[in-house]
């Protein structure tokens, strides 16, 4: 069994930073995907960035402006958000893909607003 917990989440203005960090509990290996997914009202939760093995994905709203990390050996995930978006407003879910089972955190809200 796989837990998850997020911090890092808040209210930020339009051009803003914002570190978002997941620490697992149970056993990940580096081969496992880890990765942030968001989720805005109204909409579908989508996914932000994703890291395995050293590689990365993002999605394309967000790319050169976030940067996902992860530390194998303390098993945390972090996204680092930075020239932040009203549109980047969305509670914030941290993933692990451990051989096709998912686990999610319980989610951080991010706000960007003035």
């Known amino acids: 069994q796989v837990q998850l917990v997020e911090s890092g989440g808040g209210l930020v203005h339009p051009g803003g930073s914002l570190r978002l960090s997941c620490t697992a509990s149970g056993n990940i290996f580096s081969s496992n995907a880890m990765g942030w997914y968001r989720q805005a009202p109204g909409k579908r939760r989508e996914l932000v960035a994703t890291?395995?093995?050293?590689?990365?994905n993002y999605a394309d709203s967000v790319k050169g402006r976030f940067t996902i990390s992860r530390d194998n050996v303390k098993n945390t995930v972090d996204l680092q958000m930075i020239s932040l978006k009203p549109e980047d407003t969305a509670v914030y879910y941290c993933?692990?893909?451990?051989?096709?089972?998912?686990?999610w955190g319980q989610g951080t809200q991010v706000t960007v607003s003035s």
């Open positions: 890291i395995a093995s050293g590689s990365t």
């Open positions: 993933n692990v893909n451990r051989w096709g089972v998912v686990y």
